[in-house]
């Protein structure tokens, strides 16, 4: 059929501005008339016209609510503006890792390559008509749009008076695998619906040993467990976990995407994560059961991990340190070396002192993972990771979950070649850890969220914490105050970032008090929630000394936490007893 293309006036709506990771609102804000169409526009106006006309997009994400609309009306638009074909995963599904690669790695039948891709998520927010939607765009290199793009979105979002539309396109069929050819005033316009897990899996089997994992999984010494927690991981998880590694089906567990994911908040840490915690022996009783060996779960996009040993939790702090210290021994895509690495700079320092002890560059950079892109397609980084469960190598420029899950199985297997048969002991996670610890010393770590804050009082709350940085002594005064046998205060700033690579300087990236001790305080202001501000508040302890590495984190850390709350005045400015989410 031949569609027409119309112009819809519009006006401009306030608050689109993207955070870190896109726009994340709730799904009545997306509904509201031409909400959706105004950003989507606006991102093809900030975008160069060979980008839009005539090129290859990518457009899915992780299947939560509205998916399903957003991805028709988005198909109107491209066809309208211009854009030659749309590549969207089967039921709209391809997680934010997979996007990447699909960006990277996917040829055409007709030898096309997509120039970049709306993703529709809002991460490991909650989904379903009275939760969360997101989208956000990621550029040809696969990684999330650079501010100078999206701050040209937010200006067109401010300024925008009409939109392009193909009204008259039918609603293409999402869920069967094949291409819809259609004719506009610009030419030929194809939909083109693939398989969401084949470049991805086909991806993971060129990075890792399957062979040596598949043997770690078939060893009945060794048992799995993994967590989808119903987002988009579980469009994966039965393709490589059991057809291509030969797990157990019940090893899987919440591995049916669904759009509300399941009702559950799909943010894989310890609180949320309840089942897999249950299974791993952490939960508050007694099963009975004996728990896995190992263990990992993902939240909506699949971009985030956790990973559990049995009755073992690994902070995403000390996992990326240890994934980077054994990279190269036991997962073959590195086995010629780091390039370098890289963590947020809220990410405890346990990476920093690998990178030391292995010579190996190192970069502090902001929250959000595009700082890290710009690192890897300058050839500087090679693995890099943030607290925020997020853990990365250059295979692509998005965080990825199951990535970091069979990194983790691969550094088991490789500790294991010799244990697998025969009587010895197998080498655990928590072994695999502890003897880190004992290699680089221990980063006791915790993060407390104080989720939909009144944004003003939020503001409040930093501003004071600014002004308190212009006087080291006051600020070591109070803290002797609160507790006299924390070290002294050396310096405090707000953390700002000069980009190797294109000199851009990013700035007002966390508040940070940093001890004599190598201790650390950092708030920050989060921008991935959809309502309200969130405070993140990180407390770090520093310990060498081998006989102290063994303590309960809480113990170890209770005296700065105690002042943090006190210097921050927490309570007074948000009304808080507690944190929302502990981590």
């Not at 006006?11 to 689109?16: E, L």
């Not at 975008?47 to 998916?67: F, I, M």
């Not at 927690?229 to 590694?245: D, N, P, S, T």
Request: glycine share 10%.
């Amino acid at each position: 059929m031949v569609f027409k293309v119309s112009l819809v006036s519009t006006s401009p709506i306030d608050g689109q501005k993207p955070g870190t990771s896109g726009l994340r609102k709730k799904v009545k804000v997306f509904k509201q008339p031409n909400y959706l169409h105004n950003f989507v526009q606006s991102t093809f106006n900030a975008l160069t016209p060979e980008k839009v006309k005539g090129a290859t997009l990518v457009v899915s994400g992780d299947g939560r609510y509205y998916s399903n609309d957003a991805v028709q009306i988005i198909i109107k638009m491209a066809a309208a503006n211009g854009v030659r074909r749309v590549w969207v995963g089967k039921n709209t599904l391809l997680s934010t890792p997979a996007v990447s690669a699909v960006i990277r790695e996917r040829s055409g039948a007709d030898g096309s390559k997509a120039t970049g891709g709306f993703i529709l998520t809002a991460s490991h927010n909650p989904g379903g008509p009275t939760e969360d939607f997101g989208i956000k765009y990621n550029m040809e290199n696969g990684g999330p749009a650079p501010e100078s793009i999206t701050d040209k979105i937010y200006e067109n979002t401010k300024t925008i008076k009409e939109y392009p539309i193909a009204e008259d396109l039918p609603i293409v069929d999402i869920s069967a695998i094949g291409i819809t050819s259609f004719e506009g005033p610009e030419g030929k316009f194809d939909v083109e619906v693939f398989d969401s897990a084949d470049d991805y899996v086909k991806l993971m089997k060129s990075i890792f040993d399957f062979e040596s994992i598949r043997k770690l999984l078939s060893s009945p010494k060794f048992s799995f467990c993994y967590d989808a927690m119903h987002g988009v991981a579980g469009a994966y998880a039965h393709r490589i976990f059991v057809e291509e590694l030969g797990a157990q089906e019940n090893s899987l567990l919440n591995c049916v995407p669904k759009e509300d994911f399941g009702g559950g908040h799909p943010d894989p840490n310890l609180t949320y994560a309840k089942e897999l915690v249950e299974r791993m022996g952490l939960g508050k009783s007694d099963t009975g059961v004996e728990p896995p060996e190992f263990g990992a779960a993902a939240d909506g996009d699949a971009d985030r991990n956790m990973i559990l040993g049995k009755r073992f939790f690994v902070t995403p702090s000390d996992s990326v340190a240890i994934i980077a210290a054994n990279a190269i021994g036991a997962i073959p895509y590195f086995s010629s070396g780091l390039k370098g690495v890289a963590r947020s700079m809220p990410t405890s320092a346990a990476l920093d002192v690998v990178a030391k002890s292995l010579n190996l560059k190192f970069f502090e950079v902001p929250t959000g993972w595009k700082f890290f892109g710009n690192l890897m397609d300058a050839g500087m980084c090679s693995v890099c990771g943030e607290e925020s469960f997020g853990t990365g190598s250059d295979h692509i420029r998005e965080k990825d979950g199951i990535w970091a899950v069979l990194a983790w199985l691969s550094i088991l297997a490789h500790k294991n070649k010799e244990t697998l048969d025969g009587d010895a002991k197998l080498v655990t996670v928590e072994d695999i850890v502890r003897k880190h610890w004992a290699t680089y010393g221990r980063h006791y770590y915790t993060r407390y969220d104080y989720e939909n804050v009144d944004a003003g009082k939020a503001k409040e709350l930093m501003e004071h914490l600014v002004k308190l940085q212009s006087s080291i002594p006051e600020v070591n005064k109070i803290v002797k105050g609160i507790r006299s046998d924390v070290a002294n205060v050396s310096s405090a700033d707000e953390f700002e970032y000069k980009d190797p690579v294109d000199g851009s300087i990013s700035k007002h990236q966390g508040i940070r008090y940093l001890f004599e001790d190598g201790s650390r305080l950092v708030f920050r202001l989060s921008g991935t929630g959809s309502e309200g501000a969130t405070i993140r508040l990180y407390i770090e302890q520093y310990e060498k000394d081998a006989s102290k590495i063994g303590r309960e984190s809480h113990e170890a850390l209770s005296p700065l936490v105690d002042i943090a709350l006190k210097l921050s005045k927490m309570e007074e400015f948000t009304g808080r007893s507690s944190p929302t989410v502990i981590t």
